[in-house]
C-alpha cells in the first residue's frame, strides 16, 4: 500500500513522486470572460466533458478544436459545415475548425506508402516478423509532427483573435490513443487485453514485436509529445497575456493507477496491461519540465472509467466499482444512499451492491495482483493467470446485472468525470505540481462539499 507521498524510480530516467490531491482545492480565479480552450475533439462522454461542464457552470466561454476528418483518399480536411455544426452542438462553443489530428500512420513521404498502407495485408499471426520500408516510419513521424505542429500555429493565431488579452485562459490537452489505423491490430489487441486459453497473448511479446514498437512510437507521439507542441505552439498567447496580470495554465489527462478502498484501505492499483504507461510517464515529465520553466502545467492522473474508448479494456472498470465504499466513507450515508439506490436497481433481483463490492474487493485483493502492481516498475505487463483472473471477475461482475446497456460502472463513471473536471479545473489556478492523482478519496470528499453540488 501507498500512503501519503513517495518518491519511486519508474522506467529508465523517468522519476515520479506520488502526490495524491489530499485536500479540495480552492475555488479558481476563472470567471466569465475566462476561457477553457480543448485542445482535442469531444466524441461521446468521457473525461473531458466534466471539464467542459464545469468551465461552462462558473461561467466560462468554452473554444473546441477538431481533429478534422479524411476524405476517401486519406487526405486531412477540416470539418465540413454539418460535421462542425454537430461538433459544436455537442461542445457546446466555438470551434477553430483547423485539423489537430495527432499521429502519423496516415503520411506519405517522397514517396513511400504510408506505415497504414505497408500493414494493408499484414496478417495477425505475422506481427513478430512484420517489417517497414527502412526509414519510412521516422521519415512519416517528422512529417506528421511537422505538420500538427503548422496547424496549431492556425489554430494559436485563430485563439489570439478570439480571446481578449486580458482574459485568464486554461489550455486543456486532452489528446490520447495512437493505435495506428491498420485492421492488423484489433485481433492482437483483443487477444491481449481479452484473450484466455489459446487466444490469450502475453503483452510484453507484443510490445517487443515490430508492432509493438511501432504503438510505442505512435503512443508517444499522440499521448505525450502532443502537450510538448500545445505548450511550445501557445508560446505567443502567454507572451501577449503576460503584461495583464491574466493566466495562462495547462491541464492533461493522465493515468498511472488510483488510489481505491481494498479490505477498508486505500491501495494504489492499476490496470494490467496498460501499455499506454509509458506514455502517460512520458507526459508526466513534459508537464515537470514545463513547470520548472514557470509555466503551470499539470497531468490529472484520473481513475479508471468505462466509456466507448476504454471497452477494449475489459476488466478495468473493476476499480470503479470501490467508489461506492469511498463514496459512503468519506461524504457520508446520505449521499451514498442516493447512488447506491440507483446502482441497485440495475441488479437482478437476488443481487445486491454488497455483493458487488464484495466481488471487487475480492478480485483486487487477490495475491496474483500483489505479485504483479508495483509503483516502482510500472507499467507491468500481464500474465495469462492475472489475465484470466480479470476476465473471470469482469464477467461475474457484469452478469450481477439485469440489463447489459445499464450498468453500474457508467453512472459510477459519470460521477468520476464530473467529479474529476471539477477538481482539475480548480487544481489547475495554483496547482502546486505538476503530477497529481485525483483518487476515489477525494472525488468522496468533493461530494461532501457544497462544491460538488449536483454531481450526484
Not at 461542445?91 to 514517396?111: C, K, R, T, Y
Not at 499522440?222 to 508560446?235: H, K, N, Q, S
Not at 503551470?296 to 471497452?311: D, L
Amino acid at each position: 500500500m501507498i500512503k501519503g507521498r513517495l518518491i519511486l524510480s519508474n522506467l529508465g530516467d523517468h522519476m515520479t513522486e506520488y502526490k495524491p490531491l489530499l485536500q479540495l482545492p480552492e475555488p479558481a480565479g476563472y470567471k466569465a470572460g475566462d476561457v477553457l480552450v480543448l485542445a482535442g475533439e469531444l466524441f461521446g462522454r468521457g473525461y473531458a466533458n466534466g471539464l467542459v461542464d464545469e468551465a461552462k457552470r462558473i461561467g466560462m466561454t468554452v473554444i473546441g478544436t477538431t481533429v478534422g476528418r479524411r476524405g476517401s483518399d486519406g487526405a486531412l480536411r477540416p470539418l465540413n459545415a454539418e460535421e462542425l455544426s454537430e461538433a459544436e452542438a455537442l461542445l457546446g462553443g466555438q470551434i477553430v475548425n483547423i485539423p489537430l489530428e495527432a499521429g502519423f500512420d496516415m503520411e506519405s513521404v517522397d514517396g513511400l506508402p504510408s506505415v497504414a498502407e505497408q500493414l494493408k495485408k499484414a496478417r495477425p499471426d505475422d506481427f513478430a516478423t512484420i517489417s517497414f520500408i527502412e526509414g519510412s516510419i521516422e521519415k512519416a513521424h517528422a512529417a506528421g509532427t511537422a505538420r500538427f505542429r503548422s496547424n496549431l500555429a492556425q489554430v494559436e493565431a485563430e485563439l489570439i483573435k478570439l480571446i481578449p488579452a486580458n482574459a485568464n485562459i486554461l489550455l486543456a490537452h486532452s489528446m490520447a490513443g495512437g493505435i495506428p489505423r491498420a485492421r492488423v491490430f484489433m485481433p492482437l489487441l483483443n487477444r491481449i487485453f481479452k484473450g484466455t486459453g489459446d487466444k490469450y497473448l502475453a503483452s510484453e511479446i507484443f510490445w517487443n514485436s515490430p508492432l509493438g514498437q511501432l504503438c510505442d512510437t505512435s503512443f508517444n507521439e499522440v499521448t505525450a509529445d502532443t502537450f510538448r507542441y500545445l505548450i511550445e505552439g501557445t508560446a505567443a498567447i502567454r507572451e501577449r497575456n503576460a503584461g495583464t496580470g491574466s493566466r495562462v495554465c495547462y491541464t492533461a489527462y493522465g493515468y498511472h493507477g488510483t488510489g481505491v478502498l481494498v479490505n477498508g484501505e486505500y491501495r494504489w492499483q492499476s490496470y494490467t496491461p496498460y501499455v499506454q504507461g509509458i506514455a502517460k510517464m512520458r507526459l508526466e515529465d513534459i508537464a515537470k519540465e514545463a513547470s520548472s520553466k514557470g509555466i503551470p502545467a499539470t497531468v490529472f492522473n484520473c481513475p479508471e472509467i468505462q466509456t466507448n474508448s476504454s471497452a477494449l479494456f475489459l476488466g478495468v472498470e473493476i476499480s470503479l466499482y470501490p467508489l461506492l465504499s469511498a463514496i459512503r466513507r468519506e461524504a457520508g450515508g446520505q449521499i451514498a444512499s442516493l447512488v447506491e439506490a440507483r446502482c441497485q436497481a440495475m441488479l437482478k433481483e437476488g443481487e445486491t451492491v454488497a455483493n458487488l463490492l464484495e466481488r471487487a474487493d475480492r478480485y483486487l485483493s487477490s495475491p496474483i495482483l500483489d505479485r504483479i502492481e508495483d509503483f516502482s516498475t510500472w507499467p507491468q505487463h500481464n500474465t495469462r493467470e492475472q489475465a484470466e483472473l480479470m476476465l473471470a471477475a469482469s464477467a461475474e461482475l457484469m452478469e450481477m446485472h439485469s440489463d447489459q446497456k445499464q450498468l453500474v460502472c457508467a453512472e459510477l463513471s459519470r460521477i468520476v468525470f464530473l467529479a474529476t473536471g471539477r477538481l482539475m479545473l480548480h487544481s489547475s489556478w495554483n496547482p502546486g505540481s505538476a503530477t497529481l492523482w485525483l483518487n476515489h478519496d477525494i472525488i468522496g470528499r468533493l461530494l461532501a462539499d457544497p462544491r460538488g453540488a449536483g454531481i450526484v
